[in-house]
């Protein structure tokens, strides 16, 4: 059976979906970087889009049901998402574009080892609060 046939592995996450307080804004931060890391456009609808790579997808809601304007990472709950990325140079032209889309790098000075020293990676934070880690192994 072909790897894109074959059913998920169990215990591997469906989706996940994250409540944003401005879907405009939210596109426009996420679309462009779930787009280059290979995702596509699952669904679409007027308050909410979805992105999905291999049989996981991403989705991003306006909900009239929101309690807050802002999510807050350091609050119970989701606190980032992390994206394996292939190599240390991809991490940093996604950071650079996640730089010139209005994302904010976390611990600039720590960069790129924030995470340890046996990986490169970046942690970003976007105009809505919500955090990205993007790691790449350091292989010797």
Known sequence: MPEDLAPPLPGTLHH????????????ADWQWFLEDLGYTLHQSWEHGRSWKLGPTYLVFEQSP??????HDRCAPGLNHLAFHIDSPARVDVLTAKALANGWTLLF?????????????????????????????????
């Open 65 to 70: 049901a929101l309690t807050a304007h802002r």
């Open 108 to 140: 600039p000075d720590r960069h790129p080892h924030a995470g340890g020293t046996h990986q490169h990676a970046a942690y970003l934070e976007s105009r809505d609060g919500f955090e990205i880690e993007l790691v790449a192994a350091i292989t010797a």
């Open 16 to 27: 996940v979906e994250i409540w944003v307080p401005d879907l405009d804004r939210a596109v």
